[in-house]
C-alpha cells in the first residue's frame, strides 16, 4: 500500500510557475513509477508527465513538454511536478499516482495508487 499526499497548488497568473509536490508513505518507493495527472471541470483525467522508478526516463504530454518537468527525490519518497509558463488551460485539479512497476506509463488504468489532487488555477 502506498499514499499519497499533493501539494502547492494554488491561484497564480498566467506566465507565473508552480512546483507541485507529491510525498509518499508505506511500502518501498523505488518500487514505484510515478505520474502526474490533471483533470478540469467538466473532462477526463489526462495524462500529463510520467517518470520511472530510477528518474532516468521521463515522458511528458505534448501540451506541457518545454513548460513542464517531472523530477523525483527517491530518498524523500517526493516526486514533483515544476510548472513554467502556465497558461489559462492548465487550469484543473493534479493528481499525483503510483504505478506497481518500475518503468513509466501514460495510461491511468495502469496506476494503482492516487492522491486527493491538489487544485492549480490560472488566471489570464
Known amino acids: 500500500q502506498v499514499q499519497l499526499v499533493e501539494s502547492g497548488g494554488g491561484l497564480v497568473q498566467a506566465g507565473a510557475s508552480l512546483r507541485l509536490s507529491c510525498a509518499a508513505s508505506?511500502?518501498?518507493?523505488?518500487?514505484?513509477?510515478m505520474g502526474w495527472f490533471r483533470q478540469a471541470p467538466g473532462k477526463e483525467r489526462d495524462f500529463v508527465a510520467s517518470?520511472?522508478?530510477?528518474?532516468?526516463?521521463?515522458w511528458h504530454a505534448d501540451s506541457v513538454k518545454g513548460r513542464f518537468t517531472i523530477s523525483r527525490d527517491n530518498p524523500k519518497k517526493t516526486v514533483y511536478l515544476q510548472m513554467n509558463s502556465l497558461k489559462p488551460e492548465d487550469t484543473a485539479v493534479y493528481y499525483c499516482?503510483?504505478?506497481?512497476?518500475?518503468?513509466?506509463?501514460?495510461?491511468?488504468?495502469?496506476?494503482?495508487?492516487w492522491g486527493q489532487g491538489t487544485q492549480v488555477t490560472v488566471s489570464s
Open positions: 499516482a503510483a504505478r506497481s512497476y518500475r518503468n513509466y506509463d501514460t495510461r491511468s488504468a495502469l496506476y494503482n495508487y
Open positions: 508505506g511500502r518501498t518507493f523505488t518500487n514505484y513509477a
Open positions: 517518470i520511472s522508478w530510477s528518474g532516468d526516463s521521463t
